[in-house]
Nanobody, 115 residues
Framework: QVQPVESGGGLVQAGGSLRLSCEAS????????MAWYRQAPGKQRELVAVVTSGGSTNYAVSVKGRFTISRDNAKNTVYLQMNSLKREDTAVYYC?????????WGQGTQVTVSS
């Protein structure tokens, strides 16, 4: 199976911003709803944000108003702009389709928010 490739994570202070990118194959990306997920140590993977093929978006309550998901269909890439980061946003972030996971899970990108 094809794995998405996530990038853009890093170490940032609370209140800071990061922009994540995820490049997926056309067979996975096209016509599918794409999503960002995250998994913090000792916790289950959770859905963070989704964007449909038409550009409609939805967010977890915990990130609404701070995160923005978008996609570039020409580049088969989905983005996650994260502002006003909090320590509880620390996790490995992954992308995949939603609601069903059609791709293999990639390596993810680590986001660490320090106080």
């Amino acid at each position: 199976q094809v794995q998405p490739v996530e990038s853009g994570g890093g170490l940032v202070q609370a209140g800071g911003s990061l922009r994540l990118s995820c490049e997926a194959s056309g067979s996975i990306f096209s016509r599918n709803t794409m999503a960002w997920y995250r998994q913090a140590p000792g916790k289950q993977r959770e859905l963070v944000a989704v964007v449909t093929s038409g550009g409609s978006t939805n967010y977890a309550v915990s990130v609404k108003g701070r995160f923005t998901i978008s996609r570039d269909n020409a580049k088969n890439t989905v983005y996650l702009q994260m502002n006003s980061l909090k320590r509880e946003d620390t996790a490995v972030y992954y992308c995949n389709t939603a609601p069903n996971w059609l791709a293999s899970w990639g390596q993810g990108t680590q986001v660490t928010v320090s106080s």
